[in-house]
Protein backbone atom coordinates (compact mmCIF):
# COMPACT_ATOMS: atom_id res chain seq x y z
CA UNK A 1 0.00 0.00 0.00
CA UNK A 2 3.03 2.26 0.98
CA UNK A 3 4.56 1.75 -2.81
CA UNK A 4 1.42 1.77 -4.02
CA UNK A 5 0.51 5.33 -3.01
CA UNK A 6 3.72 6.60 -3.87
CA UNK A 7 3.19 6.20 -8.37
CA UNK A 8 1.39 9.14 -10.24
CA UNK A 9 -1.30 7.33 -11.25
CA UNK A 10 -4.74 8.35 -11.41
CA UNK A 11 -6.34 6.86 -8.18
CA UNK A 12 -2.94 8.50 -6.57
CA UNK A 13 -3.57 11.60 -7.82
CA UNK A 14 -7.04 12.02 -7.01
CA UNK A 15 -6.73 10.70 -3.61
CA UNK A 16 -4.72 14.09 -2.65
CA UNK A 17 -6.53 16.43 -5.18
CA UNK A 18 -9.33 15.19 -3.06
CA UNK A 19 -8.21 15.43 0.14
CA UNK A 20 -6.84 19.18 -0.93
CA UNK A 21 -10.77 20.00 -1.61
CA UNK A 22 -11.63 18.34 2.00
CA UNK A 23 -8.86 20.35 4.07
CA UNK A 24 -8.26 23.33 2.11
CA UNK A 25 -6.11 24.58 4.75
CA UNK A 26 -4.00 21.47 5.41
CA UNK A 27 -0.62 21.68 4.61
CA UNK A 28 0.70 19.96 1.62
CA UNK A 29 3.09 17.38 3.91
CA UNK A 30 -0.23 16.92 5.46
CA UNK A 31 -1.51 16.27 2.05
CA UNK A 32 0.68 14.08 1.50
CA UNK A 33 1.55 12.19 4.51
CA UNK A 34 -2.54 11.29 4.76
CA UNK A 35 -2.56 9.97 1.18
CA UNK A 36 0.13 7.52 2.00
CA UNK A 37 -1.25 6.48 4.89
CA UNK A 38 -5.09 6.27 2.94
CA UNK A 39 -2.96 3.42 0.72
CA UNK A 40 -1.00 2.06 3.25
CA UNK A 41 -4.35 1.05 4.99
CA UNK A 42 -5.98 -0.30 2.53
CA UNK A 43 -3.49 -2.47 1.72
CA UNK A 44 -3.33 -3.91 5.57
CA UNK A 45 -7.49 -4.11 5.15
CA UNK A 46 -7.01 -6.22 2.14
CA UNK A 47 -4.43 -8.79 3.66
CA UNK A 48 -6.33 -8.57 7.07
CA UNK A 49 -9.52 -9.79 4.71
CA UNK A 50 -7.45 -12.44 3.12
CA UNK A 51 -5.69 -13.70 5.97
CA UNK A 52 -8.64 -14.21 8.30
CA UNK A 53 -11.10 -16.01 5.99
CA UNK A 54 -10.42 -19.17 7.64
CA UNK A 55 -11.09 -18.33 11.00
CA UNK A 56 -14.20 -18.13 13.12
CA UNK A 57 -16.08 -14.75 13.25
CA UNK A 58 -16.62 -15.07 16.73
CA UNK A 59 -12.90 -15.58 17.27
CA UNK A 60 -12.22 -12.08 15.63
CA UNK A 61 -14.86 -10.42 17.27
CA UNK A 62 -12.94 -10.47 20.99
CA UNK A 63 -10.33 -8.54 19.90
CA UNK A 64 -12.61 -5.53 18.85
CA UNK A 65 -13.07 -2.93 20.77
CA UNK A 66 -16.61 -0.85 20.73
CA UNK A 67 -17.88 2.36 21.14
CA UNK A 68 -21.45 3.07 22.04
CA UNK A 69 -22.48 -0.56 23.48
CA UNK A 70 -25.80 1.32 25.11
CA UNK A 71 -26.49 1.73 21.39
CA UNK A 72 -25.30 -1.65 20.58
CA UNK A 73 -28.13 -3.12 22.79
CA UNK A 74 -30.93 -0.51 21.27
CA UNK A 75 -30.23 -2.53 17.69
CA UNK A 76 -30.52 -5.96 19.39
CA UNK A 77 -33.51 -5.22 21.47
CA UNK A 78 -34.98 -4.01 17.99
CA UNK A 79 -34.30 -6.87 16.43
CA UNK A 80 -35.78 -8.95 19.69
CA UNK A 81 -38.62 -6.96 19.22
CA UNK A 82 -38.70 -7.64 15.28
CA UNK A 83 -38.12 -3.84 14.19
CA UNK A 84 -36.02 -3.73 11.39
CA UNK A 85 -33.25 -1.08 10.99
CA UNK A 86 -30.93 0.24 8.39
CA UNK A 87 -27.69 0.40 9.13
CA UNK A 88 -26.17 3.14 8.01
CA UNK A 89 -22.10 2.03 7.19
CA UNK A 90 -19.72 3.04 5.01
CA UNK A 91 -16.29 2.76 2.91
CA UNK A 92 -14.28 3.77 5.80
CA UNK A 93 -12.43 1.64 8.61
CA UNK A 94 -12.88 -2.22 7.54
CA UNK A 95 -16.37 -2.84 6.24
CA UNK A 96 -15.80 -6.34 5.72
CA UNK A 97 -14.86 -7.27 8.98
CA UNK A 98 -17.92 -5.45 10.42
CA UNK A 99 -20.30 -7.64 8.34
CA UNK A 100 -18.54 -10.74 9.33
CA UNK A 101 -18.67 -10.01 12.88
CA UNK A 102 -21.97 -7.76 13.14
CA UNK A 103 -24.07 -10.86 12.29
CA UNK A 104 -22.66 -12.69 15.38
CA UNK A 105 -24.67 -10.04 17.52
CA UNK A 106 -27.81 -9.13 15.54
CA UNK A 107 -29.47 -10.51 12.61
CA UNK A 108 -27.63 -8.96 9.42
CA UNK A 109 -28.63 -8.35 6.38
CA UNK A 110 -25.67 -6.65 3.87
CA UNK A 111 -26.54 -4.57 0.58
CA UNK A 112 -24.20 -5.46 -1.97
CA UNK A 113 -22.89 -5.24 -5.45
CA UNK A 114 -22.21 -8.02 -7.51
CA UNK A 115 -18.57 -8.17 -8.93
CA UNK A 116 -18.23 -8.78 -12.30
CA UNK A 117 -15.77 -11.38 -11.13
CA UNK A 118 -17.57 -14.48 -10.44
CA UNK A 119 -14.34 -15.74 -8.57
CA UNK A 120 -13.94 -12.50 -6.34
CA UNK A 121 -18.05 -12.24 -5.75
CA UNK A 122 -17.90 -15.86 -4.67
CA UNK A 123 -14.85 -15.21 -1.70
CA UNK A 124 -16.42 -11.91 -0.55
CA UNK A 125 -19.92 -13.45 -0.45
CA UNK A 126 -18.62 -16.02 2.01
CA UNK A 127 -16.38 -13.84 3.98
CA UNK A 128 -19.80 -11.85 4.13
CA UNK A 129 -22.11 -15.11 5.20
CA UNK A 130 -19.45 -16.61 7.82
CA UNK A 131 -20.82 -15.04 10.32
CA UNK A 132 -24.46 -15.06 9.24
CA UNK A 133 -25.19 -12.47 7.54
CA UNK A 134 -28.04 -12.41 4.73
CA UNK A 135 -26.70 -10.78 1.18
CA UNK A 136 -29.09 -8.51 -0.86
CA UNK A 137 -27.78 -7.27 -3.67
CA UNK A 138 -28.46 -4.08 -5.57
CA UNK A 139 -29.95 -5.31 -8.80
CA UNK A 140 -32.77 -7.34 -7.07
CA UNK A 141 -36.19 -6.34 -6.61
CA UNK A 142 -36.71 -3.99 -3.99
CA UNK A 143 -38.77 -6.15 -1.80
CA UNK A 144 -36.16 -8.59 -0.72
CA UNK A 145 -34.35 -5.67 1.34
CA UNK A 146 -38.14 -4.78 2.47
CA UNK A 147 -38.38 -8.79 3.90
CA UNK A 148 -35.31 -8.73 5.75
CA UNK A 149 -36.13 -5.29 7.27
CA UNK A 150 -39.97 -6.52 8.37
CA UNK A 151 -38.29 -9.79 9.68
CA UNK A 152 -36.67 -7.84 12.22
CA UNK A 153 -33.45 -7.67 10.60
CA UNK A 154 -30.75 -5.07 10.47
CA UNK A 155 -29.89 -3.88 6.83
CA UNK A 156 -26.49 -2.87 6.03
CA UNK A 157 -26.57 -0.02 3.47
CA UNK A 158 -22.85 2.25 2.39
CA UNK A 159 -24.25 5.27 0.92
CA UNK A 160 -21.36 7.55 1.11
CA UNK A 161 -20.49 6.75 -2.50
CA UNK A 162 -22.27 8.75 -5.90
CA UNK A 163 -23.15 6.56 -7.90
CA UNK A 164 -25.05 8.29 -11.09
CA UNK A 165 -27.59 5.50 -11.63
CA UNK A 166 -29.20 5.42 -8.55
CA UNK A 167 -31.30 8.04 -7.82
CA UNK A 168 -29.92 10.47 -4.94
CA UNK A 169 -29.96 13.47 -3.00
CA UNK A 170 -27.26 16.21 -2.92
CA UNK A 171 -25.99 16.73 0.82
CA UNK A 172 -23.04 18.49 2.11
CA UNK A 173 -19.79 16.50 2.57
CA UNK A 174 -16.91 18.21 4.10
CA UNK A 175 -18.05 21.42 2.53
CA UNK A 176 -19.21 20.16 -0.85
CA UNK A 177 -22.45 19.39 -2.31
CA UNK A 178 -22.35 15.31 -2.83
CA UNK A 179 -24.76 13.03 -4.59
CA UNK A 180 -25.81 10.28 -2.44
CA UNK A 181 -27.87 7.69 -3.35
CA UNK A 182 -32.04 8.10 -1.00
CA UNK A 183 -32.47 3.90 -1.25
CA UNK A 184 -31.43 3.95 2.54
CA UNK A 185 -33.89 6.25 3.58
CA UNK A 186 -36.69 5.02 1.42
CA UNK A 187 -36.18 1.38 2.90
CA UNK A 188 -36.24 2.71 6.09
CA UNK A 189 -39.51 4.77 5.55
CA UNK A 190 -40.83 1.41 4.46
CA UNK A 191 -40.13 -0.13 7.59
CA UNK A 192 -40.64 2.35 10.03
CA UNK A 193 -37.86 4.72 9.79
CA UNK A 194 -35.75 3.62 12.10
CA UNK A 195 -31.99 4.31 11.00
CA UNK A 196 -28.93 4.07 12.88
CA UNK A 197 -25.08 4.78 12.23
CA UNK A 198 -22.57 1.30 12.30
CA UNK A 199 -18.45 1.54 11.53
CA UNK A 200 -15.59 -0.60 12.28
CA UNK A 201 -12.27 1.63 12.23
CA UNK A 202 -8.41 0.99 13.17
CA UNK A 203 -7.76 2.88 16.42
CA UNK A 204 -4.44 2.58 18.88
CA UNK A 205 -3.56 -0.50 16.97
CA UNK A 206 -6.88 -2.64 17.23
CA UNK A 207 -9.92 -2.70 15.44
CA UNK A 208 -13.01 -0.64 17.13
CA UNK A 209 -16.39 -0.94 16.26
CA UNK A 210 -18.38 2.33 16.13
CA UNK A 211 -22.23 2.10 17.04
CA UNK A 212 -24.21 5.58 16.76
CA UNK A 213 -27.86 6.56 18.09
CA UNK A 214 -30.44 4.56 16.91
CA UNK A 215 -32.84 7.28 15.04
CA UNK A 216 -36.89 7.22 14.27
CA UNK A 217 -37.11 9.76 11.49
CA UNK A 218 -41.12 9.96 10.84
CA UNK A 219 -43.09 10.58 7.48
CA UNK A 220 -44.37 13.76 6.24
CA UNK A 221 -46.35 14.56 3.42
CA UNK A 222 -42.79 15.52 2.08
CA UNK A 223 -41.24 12.48 1.18
CA UNK A 224 -38.35 14.37 -0.91
CA UNK A 225 -37.70 16.26 1.99
CA UNK A 226 -37.76 13.22 4.55
CA UNK A 227 -35.17 11.13 2.30
CA UNK A 228 -33.10 14.54 1.84
CA UNK A 229 -33.24 14.86 6.09
CA UNK A 230 -32.20 11.10 6.78
CA UNK A 231 -29.10 10.97 4.26
CA UNK A 232 -27.97 14.56 5.73
CA UNK A 233 -27.83 13.02 9.13
CA UNK A 234 -26.27 9.86 7.96
CA UNK A 235 -23.30 11.63 5.90
CA UNK A 236 -22.57 14.93 8.65
CA UNK A 237 -22.56 11.62 11.04
CA UNK A 238 -19.71 9.45 9.17
CA UNK A 239 -18.37 12.86 7.98
CA UNK A 240 -17.67 13.49 11.68
CA UNK A 241 -16.34 10.19 12.42
CA UNK A 242 -13.92 10.10 9.15
CA UNK A 243 -12.86 13.53 10.63
CA UNK A 244 -11.03 11.25 13.23
CA UNK A 245 -9.16 9.00 11.18
CA UNK A 246 -9.02 10.56 7.51
CA UNK A 247 -6.47 8.07 6.43
CA UNK A 248 -9.26 5.54 6.35
CA UNK A 249 -11.64 6.54 3.83
CA UNK A 250 -11.25 6.32 0.31
CA UNK A 251 -10.20 9.28 -0.76
CA UNK A 252 -9.97 7.95 -4.66
CA UNK A 253 -13.92 7.80 -5.01
CA UNK A 254 -15.20 9.94 -7.26
CA UNK A 255 -17.37 11.13 -4.15
CA UNK A 256 -18.05 14.65 -6.02
CA UNK A 257 -18.53 13.27 -9.80
CA UNK A 258 -22.02 14.22 -9.91
CA UNK A 259 -22.96 18.10 -9.80
CA UNK A 260 -26.11 20.18 -8.23
CA UNK A 261 -28.30 20.89 -11.50
CA UNK A 262 -27.05 24.99 -12.49
CA UNK A 263 -23.56 24.30 -10.85
CA UNK A 264 -21.12 26.72 -13.17
CA UNK A 265 -17.56 25.86 -14.37
CA UNK A 266 -15.73 27.59 -11.62
CA UNK A 267 -16.29 24.06 -9.77
CA UNK A 268 -15.40 21.75 -12.23
CA UNK A 269 -12.35 20.80 -10.27
CA UNK A 270 -14.36 18.90 -7.58
CA UNK A 271 -15.47 16.16 -10.51
CA UNK A 272 -11.78 15.16 -10.29
Not at 85 to 114: D, I, M, Q, Y
Not at 159 to 164: G, K, L, N, Y
Not at 237 to 249: D, I
Request: charged letters at 25%; glycine letters at 10%.
Amino acid sequence: GELFGRLPMRDQLRCRTHLRQAYPLATPQWIERTARKNFRHFGRMALWTMATLHRDPLQLRRGIGVEGADHLRDLVRACRRGEGTVLLTGHFGNWELLSRVAATVAPLSVVGKRLRSPTANRLIQTARIGGGAHVVYQDQDIRAAVRELRAGRALATLPDQDIPRLAGTFVPWFGHLAHTPIGPAALAQFAGGAVQPGFLYARGGRWVAHVGPRKIFPRTADRAADLHRIMAWAMAYEEALVRRAPEQWVWWHRRWRTRPPGTDAAASTIRA
